[in-house]
């Protein structure tokens, strides 16, 4: 039997899962979430994508991501088989690490949403010390929120959240979400919200967020960014022309995969003389240009992502 298609809307927030396979860990030591927090931040950076709460535990894992227009999949894929490389190098291992694919659930209200939060958040529960201070737990975001510890990454987005509370003081907010997912906790109300999530495709659900609709035709993007960066005057120089022409490929792979959702084959279709690793390699370093500072490429990058919307 076929296995059921994943639900998904261009403008959804999900809860993810994510467990390993039954006869080991997921992560073995504090190293190895670590390392899996900085492949979310890379992730999240490449892909323009937001992360609401996160919580890591021995086994399994829990992400509140809004793609905010990008493919779910796509993202954890790049995500999770870059963990799996990791871990097998790491310990000398072959084969899968993730239990199947990550289950995923559509969130399309405000209730759903704030659930979910404090689900995630009461995680460490049942772990021995963390019962009723889920919030010192180490690898949750639980903390972040409470502004008992640092966001050294730079990873989580509370505005979120703090909108849905109406509270725009950290200190006030910190004190009310505090006394939300300690109820939260106590009553249960999660396990029989659950089973009321949705299913449907239908999806209306925005609540003031930004969202890239990620559907530029891809002629579109080529002429947009070959004219603004003037590629027609490089053209003809040597050998800061052939510089400036590589840079235009790299940054044209990384905003077909980024705003048009474009694989790395679908972008060698649409540039020509491409390997797919050759397209991998030039999609960083069309992220490493945006990531530069120069105001040239994060000026093309955002009136595209405004052309979008």
Known sequence: MPRKSREKHPHAIFHIMSRSESEFLLFRDDDDKDYYLGLLKKYTDKYKCGIYAYCLMDNHLHLHLDPKGFDVSKF???????????????????????????????????????????????????????????????????????????????????????????????????????????????????????????????????????????????????????????????????????????EFRAFSAYVLRVLCGLGYRQICGSMHNITISGCSRMFTRGYELLSSGNPMYQSVFDELAGLST
């Open 76 to 246: 954890m894929h790049c995500l999770n088989t870059a963990y799996v490389r990791y871990y097998n190098h790491k310990y000398k291992r072959h084969g899968h690490v993730f239990q199947g694919r990550f289950e995923s659930r559509i969130l399309d209200t405000d209730e759903y949403n704030l659930a979910v939060s404090a689900y995630i958040h009461n995680n460490p529960h049942d772990i021995e010390g963390y019962s009723g201070r889920e919030e010192a737990y180490k690898y949750s975001s639980y903390g972040i929120y409470l502004g008992i510890r640092r966001d050294l990454l730079g990873l989580i987005d509370k505005s979120f959240i703090m909108k849905l509370f109406n509270i725009e003081d950290h200190e006030q907010f910190a004190e009310k979400y505090f006394g939300f997912v300690s109820h939260q906790r106590d009553v249960g109300s999660f396990k029989k919200l659950k089973k009321s999530l949705s299913t449907a495709i239908q999806y209306e659900y925005v609540s003031g967020r930004d969202i890239i609709a990620r559907n530029l035709p891809v002629a579109k993007v080529i002429s947009f960014i070959s004219t603004s960066l003037m590629l027609p005057k490089w053209a003809g120089l040597a050998p800061s022309g052939k510089r400036k022409l590589q």
